[in-house]
């Protein structure tokens, strides 16, 4: 061969088209089934991929921050305390305002606790009736301090075993009812959410373009009325959360506080807004539980002009809400519309093996098209040398 | 049929090869336009999906953990509280260098309150004239008390309604102009971030394994000369976040701290290195905001020797800090590789449907090539045995 | 053309069925390796893509909320301080119980510092052996208060510049051996865990249904015993993440207690369990490292009858424990299975091109097989009416 041949051969390679030859069939009954089956994948890709699924979209997670501010005041009159009021400093704890804060319900009020012995709280693991029942240096994880081996009347009969700690040792078998800081309903929170979508340098508050500074210094959240006003009343978080405020006073528990920001950024920004919703996290089966509620001790320090280190041990029972962000947003992305569509016309090729089957298998001259789909070759030494040549150089004299 | 011929039968549908009958057509025009889209589609593969957007790549997101640690002490001279040092115990709350760290840059101090009774604050609601202006009980969310319903003199000629609280009363109506401690801009932070993806086993930190312990201890982060120095100044955090540091050290703000480990892991692990970024999250718009800045409230408590417990309010103005890492690591997997290409390849079939539709209908002799790809075939009774026979029957006499 | 011609043509265009005519080659090579790359093909999808990788799945990632409570008691004897005894309020730090804690394993005490002057702890920068080393308002950051220009004697020969800030300062040059409270080691934990995957409405807790209260209350997580106990002996965490608790105890450092909810949802709720993992996040590496360890400082402050701030500065060292959830739940889809099984099958289009290949180019005839396959057809002038009416015009007269 000379180049010239081969370059012709190669140009040939390149630029020749080439287009399936293909067998049309005039059946009403097939291409009535090819055409529905074609139009039910383009109905599922349109409305459901496209239209209901999004899938030609690129999703991004959210980053966000928060902070809180809770408000209001509380008067007790407790009998052992006399009358206290309490404000936000005292009551919310850690004070920061951060996305997870705790507003402290009931309480039971240690004073007086320094370092020295004491005996035990009563329990089948502490209660003794001579020195011999108790064991000096033993620390039960379950207990209360270290025992200094000796027995000691706690009150009237009982005797326990004395141990070293902060004493006189709490005694928590009593909690306080109904709830002392119950009135903690009528509290608010403002809850500030910034949030943004990274990959689509999007950016967004809570607080809304259209709401105003007036409107916010007197608005509470209300699903109905207020959807979008950022001031939560402690009472309405709660009941939307399908509890009882007094209930879960009584013991505390954990609120979630969700903000879903799921946004379509095809869409104009006004029309990403958050949704609030509410729901109590820890559980309140009796069954399979440990420490029931939520709870947690702090203690003041203070110290005495004899410069001996005095503390007020507060165990604290109240609600820790946590504020919980989530959401995704998509916006038209190339890669995965180029993905979604192409599978989907991957599919449409199944179709045509679908008819295929119709035709050879359900209908009466199914054979009759068989034949003229599928052109059979055999071994070339058995083939038809004149036919074949026939049938394959149109135009290539 | 003999059991025989059902068996080559089965033998013949498994094993005989079908591939479609190709129509070879020689035209330049159609033969470049055919490759220029296929050339065109498989470089948008090539470049934009694999190289651009690498969607052969399985990803997974970033787990995180974040200490910090503030350095750096301030002297302050105030009118009321005399010479004060400031050490990092004092102005970082909470002190234990968690991801969220607050510094204290301003604040309004009430020291010596006690629970008792005193005039509100001075506003159109606390206003009285004689004790039936207040409601004996009333606590309102907004006031700083729970009314004890009488009317007394708070200055001068001004009457407010007396509560009951932690008296006296804050007077948060004048904050320290320039704040406090605006010197806070010198501190630094040393943030160390521990990142793991956990799908791909990766692990690695924020300080970089090049780095030694005598660059550490002198360097900080600037953008252009120590880029990946893991110690901030404050001031340098807040200048490239674009604030002013004195004027959000007034009242206070939230400023993001973003470490970015987005990774191509298909690369050795030292190209993966964190992108840091600053930016305001809270809103300075004085239009839709409310409680503007970033403060809250805590206090010191202290017990005299009566055993009155007293304590001193701060009112605490200064910067939360937002450390946020984020980011999705990708690395080479089959399945995601698969899908991209096979959807791609799928788009490659509608090309022929293209230059079809090409040739059949702009090109001159576009019913000449129609006739030749589209073999139609009617209705049995009026087909023509002999020549279908013909073509359908080479090699398999 | 009549109006009748036209609907007619229209009409054909829509209900005519058109199918690739197929060239049938019955050679077992050629059609046992198209079988085999089929095979292999479906097999890859079936097994890999649908069982393994279960990519017909929809994915969402878990949101969670995690309390923490730790017990124990510590006895401690020091020649300062005197016996001691620690309860949970004193060394978990913030004492919340939220998802990442810290428990004090070791400490520097510096009791009563105030508001005064004293000699710098030593230093090539703050040794001096005159006024004029020093410089009045220097505030270094790595420095402990601001310079008041003295140079004052600290001990015997040492003489180091005066500064104002809360004296006397810290000494921590030499930190406990062995640590303080090392005997942490046999706290417990209570770890409890909601999660929920917001787009399948599915939420679980750690302490599974089966597990009743009675367990709860003597249980200990262990591997191998007790993989669903969701309390967790201190010293078990840290020797499961490869380290020594009295080593980590001295300088501290973080642990991570990683809890992984990934689940598949199409098989029932009691399957999906967290699996409890742990590893050390902090760097112990002391080659590129600053401030090894973990630490940090807060106070405890007192006033005195005079009203003087006394304040107790506490170097805190210990461990943090930070609960890390993470996990992504799958259920099947109808999105991500059609492209998974379209995206495959556009594969399996490419068999055919391969097997094309191997015929035309590895079997002796080839040429033969090839001459079928293609209906070459160049220009019209050149082309051979007859024979492409003839092979045309099958069953359409």
């Known amino acids: 061969m000379s180049s ?14 080439q287009t399936p030859v293909m067998l049309v069939i005039s059946k009403k009954r097939v291409g009535t089934l090819f055409r529905l089956i074609q139009l039910l994948i383009i109905a599922y890709v349109v409305i459901y991929v496209c239209w209901h699924q999004r899938a030609y979209q690129l999703q991004d997670s959210v980053i966000s921050s928060v902070s809180t501010k809770v408000k209001g005041n509380i008067l007790t009159n407790s009998p052992t305390e006399g009358v206290h009021v309490w404000d936000v400093s005292e009551y919310v704890i850690p004070p920061q305002g951060e996305s997870s804060f705790f507003v402290l319900t009931n309480m039971i009020v240690t004073p007086g606790q320094t370092q020295s012995s004491c005996p035990e709280v009563p329990s089948k693991f502490t209660n003794c009736e001579s020195d011999s029942d108790c064991r000096k240096g033993s620390n039960e994880v379950r207990g209360n301090g270290v025992q200094t081996g000796k027995c000691v009347q706690l009150s009237g009969t009982i005797k326990t075993c004395e141990v070293r700690s902060w004493c006189p040792l709490e005694n928590d ?23 943004q979508y990274p990959k689509f340098s999007f950016r967004k508050r809570n607080i809304l373009r259209h709401i105003n500074s007036t409107y916010l210094s007197t608005c509470t959240f209300n699903r109905a009325t207020d959807p979008h ?32 920001w799921s946004c379509d950024l095809d869409f104009p920004e006004r029309f990403c807004i958050p949704k609030y919703s509410f729901s109590r996290l820890d559980s309140k089966n009796p069954e399979n539980n440990v420490a029931p509620g939520y709870n947690f001790r702090y203690a003041k320090y203070y110290k005495n002009n004899g410069s001996i280190e005095t503390r007020t041990l507060i165990k604290a029972f109240g609600i820790r809400f946590d504020v919980m962000v989530f959401g995704k947003a998509g916006k038209f992305h190339i890669v995965p519309a180029i993905v979604n569509l192409g599978a989907t016309l991957a599919f449409l090729s199944l179709v045509t093996a679908v008819c295929d089957w119709f035709i050879f298998n359900c209908m009466r001259d199914g054979d009759y098209y068989a034949k003229h789909k599928l052109v059979h070759l055999g071994q070339k030494n058995d083939g038809m040398p004149l036919s074949s040549t026939e049938s394959t150089s149109y135009g290539t004299p």
């Open 229 to 260: 006003c950022p001031i939560f009343r402690l009472g309405d978080i709660v009941s939307e959360a399908g509890e009882d405020f007094s209930a879960i006073a009584l013991k505390g528990g954990i609120i979630g506080i969700f903000i879903d």
């Open 173 to 195: 078998s009593q909690i306080p009812r109904p709830a002392l800081l119950s009135a903690a309903e009528d509290f608010t929170v403002l809850i500030k959410n910034n949030i």
């Open 4 to 17: 010239k041949d081969v370059c012709g051969a190669c140009f040939h390679c390149i630029f020749d088209y």
